[in-house]
């Protein structure tokens, strides 16, 4: 079975951050948001990988092959970013021919027993209880878990069901079929081609979708969820670094969890908890919490609390709360 994993997404949400690096490898607890999705994968068995770049994509090339030399992976440029569903259709090459596919948004961090899922009969679709199920695609389902109607941002939702970017589908050539008939009536939702919609185009032509209920879903496309997944993932066993692994500093208060990178020169500090550093920070006379903070960046006489700071970014002399990108000098003295 290959796993297909959309990355091509601008990411404008985290602006200013994916200016320079792509969303996918924005850092949580320590490792990029695509690593915390392949890894999972990886764990259950799957060893077929192929990603649909497009914005920064070779970036996220670069790092899939130098980090999992050792696994099958394919790269598909997806030129102009239509839609999910049209991100599915430029992989056709590397699916048709197979008898079911996994497919996995490279922003979506879960938590779900994926082996469950991959031994399911039929087509199936990871679902969460949402607040406001209108931003989201919606899965309508039975008390079998039998999918019922699935609709794309619904306007008037009859289900708080989100679809949260995990599937299985059993019916690959049905699949692509059907987002062909989308993009030859050009039929989108919100100006796109949207899985959602080929899906449920297979949910009237017959095909059966199951409901899987995933127990933690994180949509890593905004600053407030970004640093929400951190935190519960730092708390999670195996994510912070513990206490024999810290880096040696001078004057300094961890409070965990925490996740430190490796070359980092802290002093004078309080750091935590849940915090993300990168690798190679320099960070004195500061005090950090409830952030991300990227590599190579530099802290002096800052106090910084929910805030996205990104690589080789430079803060001095500040209590604030922000969102700052890469190769930033911020000077507040």
Same mark, same amino acid.
């Given at each position: 079975?290959?796993?297909?994993?959309?990355?091509?997404?601008?990411?404008?949400?985290?602006?200013?951050?994916?200016?320079?690096?792509?969303?996918?490898?924005?850092?949580?607890?320590?490792?990029?948001?695509?690593?915390?999705?392949?890894?999972?994968?990886?764990?259950?068995?799957?060893?077929?990988?192929?990603?649909?770049?497009?914005?920064?994509?070779?970036?996220?090339?670069?790092?899939?092959?130098?980090?999992?030399?050792?696994?099958?992976?394919?790269?598909?440029?997806?030129?102009?970013?239509?839609?999910?569903?049209?991100?599915?259709?430029?992989?056709?090459?590397?699916?048709?021919?197979?008898?079911?596919?996994?497919?996995?948004?490279?922003?979506?961090?879960?938590?779900?027993?994926?082996?469950?899922?991959?031994?399911?009969?039929?087509?199936?679709?990871?679902?969460?209880?949402?607040?406001?199920?209108?931003?989201?695609?919606?899965?309508?389902?039975?008390?079998?878990?039998?999918?019922?109607?699935?609709?794309?941002?619904?306007?008037?939702?009859?289900?708080?069901?989100?679809?949260?970017?995990?599937?299985?589908?059993?019916?690959?050539?049905?699949?692509?079929?059907?987002?062909?008939?989308?993009?030859?009536?050009?039929?989108?939702?919100?100006?796109?081609?949207?899985?959602?919609?080929?899906?449920?185009?297979?949910?009237?032509?017959?095909?059966?979708?199951?409901?899987?209920?995933?127990?933690?879903?994180?949509?890593?496309?905004?600053?407030?969820?970004?640093?929400?997944?951190?935190?519960?993932?730092?708390?999670?066993?195996?994510?912070?670094?513990?206490?024999?692994?810290?880096?040696?500093?001078? #004057?300094? $208060?961890?409070?965990?969890? +925490?996740? %430190? @990178?490796? !070359?980092? /020169? &802290?002093? #004078?500090? $309080?750091?935590?908890?849940? +915090?993300? %550093? @990168?690798? !190679?920070? /320099? &960070?004195?006379?500061? $005090?950090?919490?409830?952030?991300?903070?990227?590599?190579?960046?530099?802290?002096?006489?800052?106090?910084?609390?929910?805030?996205?700071?990104?690589?080789?970014?430079?803060?001095?002399?500040?209590?604030?709360?922000?969102?700052?990108?890469?190769?930033?000098?911020?000077?507040?003295?």
């Amino acid at each position: 079975m290959k796993v297909v994993i959309p990355v091509a997404g601008a990411g404008t949400r985290l602006r200013p951050h994916t200016y320079t690096q792509p969303k996918p490898l924005m850092p949580v607890a320590g490792k990029p948001i695509i690593r915390l999705i392949v890894d999972k994968l990886v764990e259950a068995g799957l060893t077929e990988f192929v990603f649909v770049i497009g914005y920064l994509g070779d970036k996220i090339r670069d790092y899939i092959e130098e980090t999992y030399p050792n696994l099958h992976t394919e790269f598909v440029y997806q030129e102009s970013r239509e839609g999910s569903a049209h991100a599915i259709i430029t992989a056709r090459e590397c699916i048709e021919d197979e008898d079911e596919i996994f497919i996995a948004f490279g922003d979506t961090i879960f938590d779900l027993d994926l082996k469950t899922m991959l031994n399911c009969p039929h087509s199936c679709i990871g679902v969460k209880k949402v607040t406001d199920p209108r931003e989201f695609g919606v899965a309508e389902f039975g008390e079998d878990g039998f999918v019922t109607r699935l609709v794309e941002k619904p306007r008037i939702p009859k289900s708080n069901m989100a679809i949260v970017g995990l599937y299985k589908i059993k019916e690959v050539s049905a699949l692509l079929r059907a987002i062909d008939h989308l993009i030859r009536n050009d039929i989108r939702t919100v100006g796109e081609y949207q899985l959602t919609d080929a899906l449920q185009y297979l949910l009237e032509s017959g095909v059966k979708f199951q409901t899987i209920l995933v127990s933690n879903w994180f949509d890593c496309g905004r600053k407030d969820v970004l640093l929400e997944t951190n935190a519960m993932l730092l708390n999670q066993r195996g994510y912070a670094t513990d206490e024999f692994h810290l880096p040696e500093t001078e #004057n300094t $208060i961890f409070i965990h969890p +925490v996740a %430190i @990178g490796a !070359n980092c /020169h &802290i002093n #004078n500090s $309080i750091i935590g908890p849940n +915090v993300t %550093i @990168g690798d !190679n920070v /320099h &960070i004195s006379y500061s $005090i950090v919490k409830d952030s991300i903070i990227g590599n190579f960046a530099g802290l002096q006489d800052a106090v910084l609390n929910h805030s996205v700071i990104g690589s080789d970014a430079s803060i001095k002399g500040m209590n604030l709360s922000l969102n700052i990108g890469d190769n930033t000098e911020i000077d507040f003295g």
